[in-house]
């Protein structure tokens, strides 16, 4: 068995798949490293790791979104297939994750400004929240929350006591 130890960043929101009736948590992780070579000339070299989790993810799902610093550890294979995009032969690292730890903070889950449908700004506040003046003037209910958008598209409700939770949509790709 090749077992492989990766750490980098994750390159997008990892997604739930499914193949032949079984869950995967699919994501792909990016390795970097800078060297300088003999003259002098630094370089930057970045290798993708696509990764397959089993399973839904369960309560890591969440957590594994663009930018988070994660350590993976599972069994590695290689493969070699033909890229539409860049129209030539590709190599591609994966591996069936057998454990996936996060590293350092994880990004913000709620950017720091969002803004309503109708384009107002909302500047987002700690504890994902809004002040007082905010919620005055957006009157958010129980039954009725305000829906709020990132310029990432990525949508969240702010609720009657003033907290912004985001709205999942499921994927299904």
Known sequence: MLQSIIIGHLGADAVV???????????RVAHSERYKDAQGTQHDTTQWVSCALNGDGGGLLPYLVKGAQVCVIGRTSSRVYS??????????IDINVDRVELL??????????????????????RLYSVDITTMEQLHPTKAHPVELVARSGKRFSLDAAGFINPINVDSHE
């Open 83 to 92: 890229s539409p995009t860049q129209r030539q032969m590709v190599a591609s």
């Open 104 to 125: 350092g903070g994880t990004p913000d889950v709620v950017p720091g400004v969002l803004y309503t449908t109708d384009g107002k700004q909302i500047n987002v506040l």
């Open 17 to 27: 798949k499914e193949s032949n009736g079984r869950k995967f948590v699919s994501f």
